[in-house]
């Protein structure tokens, strides 16, 4: 489905570069949950930020389905986000003045399918993940992880081909994080949701089957869980980190 191809991105001017990615390169298979580690200024932030194209590479190619993005104009760029790309942000990103139920369905709403469409759709995903009990509520009146179930729903109501989620549990005590993974790993394994996430926590990182780790804006190490507990796979994790030596603590 997605694949990275050397992949550098530059910020600065002549007599100031910094380079922030350097020659990555990955592919993602349909149907995929691969997490992305690393420490603070490793590239992880600014790797999720091109693949949605909030940013654009210096070199290289980004290819979702065989379509270079990089060569998407920029009038094209906010209509492929809507209807190919799927977010899930630490801050959830939920309008207030919305309801939950106009909040997932807005998407839908923008690219002007019938309402009653909207709404079936919305009450598919919604009873998939367990809140349909909350669509008439605003954000405010829901809790923190009905917020980000919500904003995984956003995510997935269009039939996006990609979700990509930035630290999606950081706002998130540890209890409402377990649900959300466990409802991620849902999305994935039963609604074959193909998932990018980047997080710094080992145990979100052991819900995915693949694991990138960025080092100085270059893949570092690989893992791949391949049907070993979750529990073993979350210890392997922890080993890869502290083969990042003085990065770890910046890291978990």
Same mark, same amino acid.
């Given at each position: ?64 389905? +065989? ?5 998407? /104009? ?5 209509? &492929? ?18 309801? !939950?139920?106009?909040? !997932? ?18 009450? #598919?995903?919604?009873? *998939? ?6 669509? +008439? *509520? &605003? /954000?405010?009146?829901?809790? +923190?992880?009905? *917020? ?5 729903? $956003?995510?997935?109501?269009? +039939? ?6 930035? #630290? /999606? ?5 540890? *209890? ?6 466990? !409802?991620?790993? $849902? ?34 190490? #690989? ?9 073993? &796979? ?19």
């Amino acid at each position: 489905m997605l694949q990275v191809k050397n992949i550098e991105k530059y910020y600065g001017n002549k007599n100031n570069v910094t380079k922030a990615l350097d020659r990555v390169s990955f592919d993602v298979a349909d149907g995929e949950f691969i997490a992305i580690m690393g420490a603070s200024g490793s590239g992880k932030t600014t790797l999720l930020n091109c693949i949605s194209t909030i940013d654009t590479v210096s070199a290289g190619e980004i290819l979702l389905d +065989g379509e270079n993005i990089a060569d998407l /104009p920029a009038g094209v760029l906010a209509k &492929f986000r809507r209807e190919r790309l799927g977010f899930v942000f630490q801050d959830f990103n939920l309008l207030d003045t919305l309801t !939950i139920e106009e909040n !997932i369905g807005l998407a839908l709403t923008i690219n002007h399918a019938e309402a009653d469409k909207v709404k079936m759709q919305v009450e #598919e995903v919604a009873g *998939k993940l367990g809140i349909t009990e909350i669509l +008439g *509520k &605003f /954000p405010y009146q829901v809790s +923190g992880g009905q *917020k980000q179930r919500a904003a995984c729903a $956003r995510a997935m109501v269009a +039939g996006q081909s990609l979700l990509l989620a930035d #630290e /999606p549990t950081g706002a998130l005590d540890s *209890k409402a994080s377990k649900n959300l993974l466990e !409802i991620m790993a $849902r999305m994935n394994g039963t609604m074959g949701a193909t998932i990018l996430m980047v997080t710094h926590d080992a145990y979100s990182a052991s819900y995915a089957g693949r694991v990138l780790f960025l080092k100085d804006g270059r893949i570092f190490n #690989e893992l791949l869980c391949g049907g070993r507990s979750r529990s073993v &796979f979350y210890h392997e994790i922890l080993d890869v980190l502290a083969a990042l030596g003085g990065d770890i603590s910046d890291v978990i």
